[in-house]
């Protein structure tokens, strides 16, 4: 659980949890150039993230009847491409990072990648008696491999209909507190069924409806103990909140249905490194730096849905596939009352 939490919001720990030297000369060269690399560093495995946990709010265009319930466990994963791999890493946007390799631009591992072979920067800082000093650093590695390419997310969800063409949703993750880590997802969505208020309904072949639908994702995971620099408190908080608006349309046969739709998603992901980290200038010199930087990062972009869903009795099944900037796919076991 502690890999998946890691992994899903704070993977930000790739950077923080290599050895000390590369977080002093990263702090060293100074709070902007540490939030600059974080941030392009970050933004692909949050970015992904977002879209992950806002596949399956549906399996069909038609809401339930008044009283008609579903619970549903879901499974969900957004694609990792190529491209969320690396960022170009340009030093002319730094103020005292330069390639060892001599070069100012360079494609290098985000969170989701691997350099391959190891990239190297040299920094330069300020120390206090010895003047203008440079170090050599090796820029920290992604999940790489490690990833299979996913990004997963899961959750329980419940929808109930409420009579009208209205029907609501909610998903919960169950919540996880330890001396480590503290991660909280839930969400909650409405659903309107077009075609329910129209007349003669039930000889429409298909239903319509709109979706809008919350996720919220926050959680701390304590860096005290892995961090490598001295200092009290120290921990990364993430707060990350998305939107999404969806048009669906299903068919309404007994035993198998296909569902789709057009969708908007919107949402914001922000990292918070906080605490107290003695950072070292040289040999003999330290200085403490408190809550060094926040970083965050910023989706919006359509997406189309395709699916299908296999009700038999109590039991249904369902799966779908997204296309969006990050595409995803997700699967659901329901059991459901009418």
Same mark, same amino acid.
């Given at each position: 659980?502690?890999?998946?939490? =890691?992994?899903?919001?704070?993977?930000?720990? #790739?950077?923080?949890?290599?050895?000390?030297?590369?977080?002093? =000369?990263?702090?060293?060269?100074?709070?902007?150039?540490?939030?600059? #690399?974080?941030?392009?560093?970050?933004?692909?495995?949050?970015?992904?993230?977002?879209?992950?946990? /806002?596949?399956?709010?549906?399996?069909?265009?038609?809401?339930?009847?008044?009283?008609?319930?579903?619970?549903?466990?879901?499974?969900?994963?957004?694609?990792?491409?190529?491209?969320?791999?690396?960022?170009?890493? /340009?030093?002319?946007?730094?103020? /005292?990072?330069?390639?060892?390799?001599?070069?100012?631009?360079?494609?290098?591992?985000?969170?989701?990648?691997?350099?391959?072979?190891?990239?190297?920067?040299?920094?330069?800082?300020?120390?206090?008696?010895?003047?203008?000093?440079?170090?050599?650093?090796?820029?920290?590695?992604?999940?790489?491999?490690?990833?299979?390419?996913?990004?997963?997310?899961?959750?329980?969800?419940?929808?109930?209909?409420?009579?009208?063409?209205?029907?609501?949703?909610?998903?919960?993750?169950?919540?996880?507190?330890?001396? &480590? =880590?503290?991660?909280?997802?839930?969400?909650?969505?409405?659903?309107?069924?077009?075609?329910?208020?129209?007349?003669?309904?039930?000889?429409?072949?298909?239903?319509?409806?709109?979706?809008?639908?919350? $996720?919220?994702?926050?959680?701390?995971? *304590?860096?005290?103990?892995?961090?490598?620099? &001295?200092?009290?408190?120290?921990?990364?908080?993430?707060?990350? /909140?998305?939107?999404?608006?969806?048009?669906?349309?299903?068919?309404?046969?007994?035993?198998? *249905?296909?569902?789709?739709?057009?969708?908007?998603?919107?949402?914001?992901?922000? $990292?918070?490194?906080?605490?107290?980290?003695?950072?070292?200038?040289?040999?003999?010199? $330290?200085?403490?730096?408190?809550?060094?930087?926040?970083?965050?990062?910023?989706?919006?972009?359509?997406?189309?849905?395709?699916?299908?869903?296999?009700?038999?009795? #109590?039991?249904?099944? *369902?799966?779908?596939?997204?296309?969006?900037?990050?595409?995803?796919?997700?699967?659901?076991?329901?059991?459901?009352?009418?």
């Amino acid at each position: 659980m502690r890999n998946f939490f =890691v992994f899903l919001v704070f993977s930000t720990s #790739f950077l923080l949890s290599k050895a000390q030297n590369d977080i002093d =000369v990263l702090l060293s060269a100074g709070i902007d150039d540490a939030k600059r #690399f974080a941030n392009d560093y970050l933004a692909p495995g949050t970015n992904g993230a977002m879209y992950s946990i /806002n596949a399956n709010w549906f399996n069909s265009a038609k809401v339930k009847p008044l009283g008609g319930f579903e619970i549903s466990i879901i499974a969900n994963a957004s694609l990792i491409s190529d491209e969320d791999k690396m960022f170009n890493m /340009n030093t002319a946007d730094y103020n /005292n990072v330069q390639f060892v390799s001599g070069s100012s631009t360079q494609n290098v591992a985000s969170v989701l990648g691997e350099n391959d072979p190891s990239i190297f920067v040299e920094v330069e800082y300020d120390d206090p008696i010895f003047g203008s000093q440079t170090a050599e650093f090796e820029l920290p590695q992604g999940i790489g491999e490690d990833s299979y390419n996913l990004i997963p997310s899961a959750a329980v969800q419940a929808a109930v209909g409420l009579g009208s063409g209205i029907e609501v949703k909610a998903r919960y993750f169950p919540k996880v507190d330890t001396d &480590e =880590v503290t991660f909280n997802m839930y969400g909650a969505g409405l659903q309107l069924e077009f075609t329910e208020w129209l007349p003669a309904d039930k000889l429409w072949p298909v239903a319509l409806s709109g979706i809008v639908a919350y $996720s919220h994702l926050d959680g701390s995971y *304590n860096l005290t103990e892995s961090s490598g620099i &001295e200092g009290e408190n120290q921990r990364l908080e993430n707060n990350t /909140n998305t939107w999404l608006f969806q048009l669906a349309v299903s068919t309404k046969l007994p035993v198998f *249905n296909l569902y789709g739709g057009l969708g908007y998603i919107t949402g914001k992901s922000e $990292s918070d490194l906080l605490g107290n980290y003695r950072v070292t200038n040289g040999i003999l010199t $330290s200085q403490t730096i408190t809550d060094p930087f926040s970083v965050s990062s910023d989706v919006s972009s359509l997406r189309g849905t395709v699916g299908f869903k296999l009700k038999l009795g #109590f039991f249904r099944l *369902n799966g779908e596939y997204h296309i969006s900037e990050f595409d995803a796919f997700s699967v659901g076991v329901n059991f459901g009352f009418r």
